[in-house]
């Protein structure tokens, strides 16, 4: 590290408040998961009300249901430049202002095309707020609170998603699908106006403004300098590591990057294609094809969401402790089994307030139980740490394409789908993708929990990224070098 660099430590005023604003910057830009959580949600209670409105039929119902999917896809794509470019910050600020463009012109839609028009470019602050808040935060964030830290993104998604069925089960007579809509533009306001008090992602700093610059806003979240200095000293001699063919997209074409990009994006297409996003937005359609009653469709929805969240906010405050890996392997079983249970439930299609009736809605939360518990909580958080610097803008926003790749994938093929197997037949290929994703995280996905970005970064480029049982790629790369 340099005399200039170390005078600036010695002379950076740190907040007494750091521990606070770390964890108030990270709550603010993780509204943006319940801002995406609400207004993916809201469909569910909204798309019925949508039906009766303009007449839609099952193609025209997955359209709209789909269509801030296929906006959130280009969305996810395009920020990674932008964020690059302008930083982590920026591009928050840039999201939440779709977001409150988007939702007005959602709830002002006068036809069917408007509407799946207006949800394609609200769809763009979605994706976009999927590629940049996690990376924010990581980014934001000490290497021992990062996996809470980013997961309250996750949490504020299932946030969202509850209040998006709970406005669906209680308002949806008094308030009608248009202000059911509106609202999100509310917290979008709020958070567009608080990210231009927040701290900078010293990383990006660091690489577009200079190591001085990241002194600047690294003594705004941190509380020693002995922790400044040693995060600047890893982020310099990554930064001095680089090649200019490492940056962007040219350098994900580097062979010692490969195993970041197969664990993380094999994890986006299983975080999404796993069946959890498909039973948030069909419940209620589901449920009124075997038999429920709308009211009690809407209220077994609501139980999903109650499900997620909880579950969400237990991964959030467990996965530096238990580990990514381990979480996963743990609760991914427990997703095949209560889907194969879903099958056989929708398959024998029981009556109406019978034994099998409640067997079907304990299936549907226990696979909420365990889908959200596990594979939810590390999706988004594994693409925000396994990335190296050099080309994190280009592979975070692979990611999250790959994310609602998936998910459009999955929310437009779903109906067609129980219309070809049946919907029982649906529950078992979702258990049959549940099952591939335990082997996948099982064979390919390492342990990251305790390591610093720099630290993954190198394991990397030593070749020492692969799984092992208990371990991170650094611990076990440590312990090697120690027993030779």
Request: charged share 10%; net charge positive; with cysteine.
């Given at each position: 590290?340099?005399?200039?660099?170390?005078?600036?430590?010695d002379?950076?005023?740190?907040?007494?408040n750091?521990?606070?604003?770390?964890?108030?910057a990270?709550t603010?830009?993780?509204?943006?998961g319940?801002?995406?959580?609400?207004d993916?949600?809201?469909?569910s209670?909204?798309?019925?009300?949508?039906?009766?409105?303009?007449?839609?039929?099952?193609?025209m119902?997955?359209?709209?249901?789909?269509?801030?999917?296929?906006?959130?896809?280009i969305?996810?794509?395009?920020?990674?430049?932008?964020?690059?470019?302008?930083?982590?910050?920026?591009?928050?600020?840039?999201?939440?202002?779709?977001?409150?463009?988007?939702?007005?012109?959602?709830?002002?839609?006068?036809?069917a095309?408007?509407?799946?028009?207006?949800r394609?470019?609200l769809?763009?602050?979605?994706?976009?707020?999927?590629?940049?808040v996690?990376?924010?935060?990581?980014?934001?964030?000490?290497?021992?609170?990062r996996?809470?830290?980013?997961?309250?993104?996750n949490?504020?998604i299932g946030i969202?998603?509850?209040?998006?069925?709970?406005?669906?089960?209680?308002?949806?007579d008094?308030?009608?699908?248009?202000?059911?809509?509106?609202?999100?533009?509310?917290?979008?306001?709020?958070?567009?106006i608080?990210?231009?008090?927040?701290?900078?992602?010293?990383?990006?700093?660091?690489?577009?403004?200079g190591?001085?610059?990241?002194?600047?806003q690294?003594?705004?979240?941190?509380?020693?300098?002995?922790?400044?200095?040693?995060?600047?000293h890893?982020?310099?001699q990554?930064?001095?590591?680089i090649?200019?063919?490492?940056?962007?997209?040219?350098?994900?074409s580097?062979?010692?990057?490969?195993?970041?990009?197969?664990?993380?994006?094999?994890?986006?297409?299983?975080t999404q294609?796993?069946?959890?996003?498909m039973?948030?937005?069909?419940?209620?359609?589901?449920?009124?094809?075997?038999?429920?009653?709308?009211?009690?469709?809407?209220?077994?929805?609501?139980?999903?969401?109650?499900?997620?969240?909880?579950m969400?906010?237990?991964?959030?405050?467990?996965v530096?402790?238990?580990?990514?890996?381990?979480?996963?392997?743990?609760?991914?079983?427990?997703?095949?089994?209560?889907?194969?249970?879903?099958?056989?439930?929708?398959?024998?299609?029981?009556d109406?307030?019978?034994?099998?009736?409640?067997?079907?809605?304990?299936?549907?939360?226990?696979f909420?139980?365990?889908?959200?518990?596990?594979?939810?909580?590390?999706?988004?958080?594994?693409?925000?740490e396994m990335?190296?610097?050099?080309?994190?803008g280009?592979?975070?926003?692979?990611?999250a394409?790959?994310?609602?790749?998936?998910?459009?994938?999955?929310t437009?093929?779903?109906?067609?789908?129980?219309?070809?197997?049946?919907l029982?037949?649906?529950?078992?290929?979702?258990?049959?993708?549940?099952l591939?994703?335990?082997?996948?995280?099982y064979?390919?996905?390492?342990?990251?929990?305790?390591?610093?970005?720099?630290d993954?970064?190198?394991?990397?480029?030593?070749?020492?990224?692969?799984?092992?049982?208990g371990?991170?790629?650094?611990?076990?790369?440590?312990?090697?070098a120690?027993?030779a």
């Open positions: 590290m340099s005399p200039a660099v170390t005078k600036a430590v002379a950076a005023e740190l907040s007494p750091a521990r606070w604003v770390l964890w108030i990270a603010v830009a993780a509204i943006c319940g801002l995406y959580g609400y993916t949600g809201i469909i209670g909204a798309l019925l009300l949508m039906t009766h409105d303009f007449n839609l039929g099952t193609g119902q997955s359209a709209v249901a789909s269509a801030i999917l296929a906006g959130a896809t969305g996810a794509v395009g920020m990674g430049w932008f964020s690059e470019r302008f930083g982590r910050r920026t591009s928050v600020i840039l999201v939440t202002a779709v977001f409150v463009v988007g939702a007005i012109a959602c709830s002002m839609a006068p036809d095309i408007s509407l799946i028009v207006a394609v470019f769809g763009f602050a979605v994706g976009g707020a999927t590629q940049v996690p990376t924010y935060i990581s980014e934001l964030a000490p290497p021992e609170r996996g809470n830290l980013v997961t309250m993104f949490v504020a969202g998603i509850l209040l998006a069925n709970i406005v669906g089960f209680a308002m949806r008094a308030w009608g699908w248009r202000p059911m809509i509106s609202i999100a533009a509310i917290p979008a306001a709020f958070v567009f608080c990210m231009f008090f927040m701290p900078k992602s010293p990383r990006w700093t660091a690489e577009n403004e190591v001085k610059s990241a002194v600047t690294l003594s705004r979240v941190r509380t020693s300098r002995k922790q400044i200095r040693k995060e600047l890893e982020i310099h990554n930064a001095s590591a090649e200019e063919d490492e940056r962007g997209w040219r350098g994900l580097h062979a010692w990057v490969r195993p970041a990009l197969i664990a993380a994006l094999g994890v986006a297409f299983f294609a796993g069946g959890l996003e039973m948030i937005y069909y419940t209620p359609t589901f449920l009124s094809d075997a038999g429920f009653g709308s009211s009690s469709a809407l209220l077994a929805s609501l139980g999903v969401s109650v499900v997620y969240c909880v969400t906010l237990l991964g959030c405050l467990f530096d402790r238990i580990g990514r890996r381990r979480l996963v392997l743990i609760m991914g079983p427990g997703s095949v089994l209560s889907l194969i249970g879903l099958g056989i439930m929708f398959a024998v299609h029981p109406k307030g019978s034994v099998g009736s409640y067997a079907t809605v304990a299936f549907l939360l226990l909420m139980l365990f889908n959200s518990g596990g594979i939810q909580v590390v999706g988004w958080l594994l693409g925000a990335f190296p610097l050099p080309m994190r280009a592979a975070t926003s692979l990611h394409a790959v994310l609602w790749g998936s998910d459009l994938l999955v437009s093929t779903a109906l067609l789908l129980v219309q070809l197997v049946s029982g037949g649906t529950m078992w290929v979702y258990a049959g993708v549940n591939a994703c335990t082997a996948f995280v064979f390919l996905v390492p342990e990251t929990a305790g390591a610093s970005l720099e993954i970064e190198a394991s990397l480029r030593r070749g020492t990224f692969t799984p092992r049982r371990q991170s790629p650094v611990i076990a790369h440590q312990s090697e120690s027993a």
